[in-house]
């Protein structure tokens, strides 16, 4: 097992996502706790030593059935990571009775790692204002009791986003955990993040290094020139190695379901095998192949928002449109679409075409607004 240095400790840098966990029936609420038994038991002699869950994961059962899988083990043999749940805007102002209630389901007495869980455009202004919701005085004072050992956080928010969350509390972040693979390198921006985070010398999390498994599943004409660049590399194996190739990444997370995912991890992570600067290439281009392929070809040059009438911001909505229909819905662009008023929706879209008069990629933006807001509604 490889392990990357955290302050005074080695972790391990394949750490056990707990949010895929085998399920019963295809029931995403009945873990089959068997099977994760022996996962984390296979994961435990390979060395791995850091395990994420969160609240909501499993429909809240992740907490319950990795807690009791780890309990097998001294407590300092592990590190555990959990995280207030700030995605759901009713958990804003309960910080203490979730943290307990995780505490509990855990069977622990404190958390290695802990997080405000994905911090983005819907709750900025949430996790911001202390004063009414004092999550973060809360969880600070957590950390000086020794029930939190290192506070981070995780964001799928625009680097705008990162930038007022680490503006407002960075001096007290130790880690950040990004969405981060070789597809959103560039198509989330997500170079632009990991930019940041070096500014503040934080250390970067990895979540999503396989996108949900659809990195470690190519079509043959995509994966041929993978193969021939390494042919002993399986193309889950890429993803992991284009991650050993990025400064700052400590813990790559991987969401496994079943015992042979596992293995195959395990034996990827024997190694530190990095991209060199070819075999990025290769990487970056082949993902600029896939985007470009359901992508609308916007390039942000703004022509749009000064034939506008209802002033919405077009480039962006034609980005969350991309992200939402390459990757077949998500919650990515719904949440982003949550923080913006009304008049300023994809919705509130007359269909003028003022837009598309002056667009140099004769994007048909009215129908990506409609289509917006039909696919990406909560």
């Not at 059935?65 to 300092?76: F, I, N």
């Not at 659809?214 to 079509?219: C, D, H």
Request: glycine share 6%; net charge negative; aromatic share 10%.
């Amino acid at each position: 097992m490889i392990y990357r240095a955290f302050q005074d400790m080695q972790l391990s840098n394949l750490g056990m996502g707990a949010m895929r966990l085998p399920v019963l029936n295809g029931d995403d609420s009945q873990i089959d706790e068997a099977a994760t038994f022996r996962m984390v038991d296979l994961a435990m002699q390979a060395g791995v030593n850091y395990y994420d869950t969160a609240w909501g994961y499993h429909d809240g059962q992740s907490e319950l059935v990795l807690g009791k899988a780890l309990a097998r083990y001294p407590r300092e043999k592990y590190f555990l990571a959990d995280k207030f749940p700030g995605y759901d805007l009713h958990n804003m102002g309960k910080a203490e009775a979730i943290f307990e209630e995780q505490l509990r389901k855990c069977g622990v007495d404190y958390f290695d790692f802990y997080l405000f869980h994905n911090v983005c455009e819907m709750n900025i202004d949430a996790y911001l204002d202390d004063e009414r919701y004092k999550t973060f005085r809360y969880l600070a004072e957590q950390k000086r009791k020794g029930r939190i050992r290192h506070l981070g956080f995780s964001a799928h928010g625009s680097p705008a986003v990162i930038r007022r969350f680490l503006e407002a509390y960075g001096k007290d972040i130790e880690f950040c955990q990004l969405q981060l693979n070789w597809l959103d390198w560039d198509f989330q921006d997500a170079k632009a993040k990991v930019a940041l985070l070096r500014e503040w010398n934080i250390p970067v999390w990895v979540m999503e290094p396989l996108r949900g498994g659809k990195l470690a599943r190519l079509p043959e004409e995509d994966a041929a020139g993978l193969h021939a660049l390494r042919p002993q590399e399986s193309i889950a194996a890429w993803a992991f190695r284009f991650l050993q190739s990025i400064p700052g990444v400590t813990v790559i997370l991987s969401g496994m379901s079943n015992e042979a995912q596992m293995a195959e991890n395990l034996r990827t992570f024997e190694t530190d095998q990095p991209l060199n600067e070819t075999e990025k290439r290769a990487l970056l281009s082949l993902a600029a192949d896939m985007t470009r392929r359901t992508a609308l070809p916007c390039t942000a040059c703004r022509y749009c928002t000064t034939h506008c009438p209802k002033g919405l911001n077009i480039p962006w909505l034609l980005e969350l449109y991309n992200e939402h229909v390459f990757t077949g819905g998500g919650f990515i662009a719904p949440m982003a679409l949550m923080s913006l008023p009304e008049d300023k929706k994809p919705s509130a879209c007359i269909g003028c075409r003022s837009c598309e008069k002056v667009c140099p990629q004769q994007i048909r933006i009215s129908e990506a607004m409609k289509d917006l807001s039909a696919k990406a509604a909560w």
